[in-house]
């Protein structure tokens, strides 16, 4: 997860699976739903207008038309990397790459997104120029994948393929846990940044109807190091025949897990709070805890009474 990295995704696959799955991606946008309400949710939180608004990665418009409903946001923009997904959509509609941006700096109020980051090879650069082209104290919302993600899908692809292959090939992308996003908005300079997970657990009837809509959402291994042969029947039977056996479910269905890692940022103001200088407390915190203080090397006093 940083500039000097190896390239993770085939941004170039991944642009042809969302062009030729546009036309159905609204039929599996049940995790984009949930987080466009929860960004919604958040919004409504903040006292305060954003005038022009940006949603990067705007698959089929969820993230974006639930947002701009909101009273506190004016003119919405939104972005994508397909054509073919922006021609199904209305209002202002821009072309473009998460990874190149093609906005000024300082030129918006809000930017939001929706499970569309973690397919960046170039996280960093891409946050930092969203913090650049947001306005003094402009907000940054987002959702990613984190990397508890499909990680019952990971196990049993892996027993699969070492049995049936005699090895491993990467096949579930690597995603970032909370503290690496959290640290990489601080690196990328934005201000009260804040980073929370949320796990969600969704049922299928077969491991294999989980495949089928992960390939539906455009969302099957885009890995650049994958292997370029298709799986084998015998391979998805297998892991099919290990995921039941390990994560099935009472009447024969099986779990998937989702990690949805919610993102926050502020564009740096004058106005913000900022964390106070070393030494400048007034209050000792063994007073504001109501205990005993104990200086470095002491040994602390034996304590009688009842604990």
Not at 19 to 24: D, I, V
Not at 81 to 104: I, M, Y
Request: a positive charge.
């Amino acid at each position: 997860m940083s500039n000097d990295q190896a390239h993770i995704f085939d941004r170039e696959l991944l642009l042809k699976r969302r062009e030729r799955f546009a036309s159905g991606f609204g039929q599996h946008d049940f995790l984009l739903q949930r987080v466009a309400e929860d960004l919604v949710s958040r919004l409504d939180a903040i006292t305060r207008d954003f005038a022009v608004a940006a949603d990067l990665g705007t698959h089929h418009g969820t993230v974006a038309d639930r947002v701009a409903k909101s009273p506190r946001v004016g003119t919405m923009v939104k972005t994508d990397s397909s054509a073919r997904l922006l021609q199904r959509q209305k209002g202002l509609r821009v072309a473009c790459d998460e990874e190149a941006l093609p906005f000024r700096n300082a030129s918006l109020d809000l930017v939001v997104s929706g499970l569309s980051l973690q397919h960046v090879n170039d996280l960093p650069g891409t946050l930092v120029q969203v913090r650049r082209a947001l306005r003094p104290d402009g907000l940054f919302l987002a959702a990613v994948l984190g990397g508890r993600t499909l990680l019952e899908l990971r196990e049993a692809m892996a027993i699969a393929e070492e049995e049936t292959c005699g090895g491993v090939s990467p096949r579930i992308a690597p995603f970032g846990d909370v503290r690496d996003y959290g640290a990489l908005l601080q690196r990328a300079g934005f201000a009260l940044p804040v980073s929370d997970s949320d796990l969600v657990t969704v049922t299928y009837e077969t491991p294999l109807h989980l495949m089928r809509e992960l390939r539906a959402m455009g969302a099957s291994n885009a890995l650049a190091a994958r292997r370029r042969v298709p799986a084998t029947k015998r391979l998805l039977f297998r892991a099919s025949e290990v995921y039941a056996e390990r994560h099935g479910m009472e009447g024969g269905r099986v779990h998937a897990t989702f990690e949805i890692i919610h993102l926050a940022g502020w564009a740096p103001h004058d106005s913000q709070q900022k964390p106070l200088r070393p030494g400048s407390a007034r209050t000792r915190l063994a007073e504001a805890l109501g205990t005993q203080e104990i200086a470095t090397g002491e040994k602390a006093a034996p304590r009688s009474g009842r604990r």
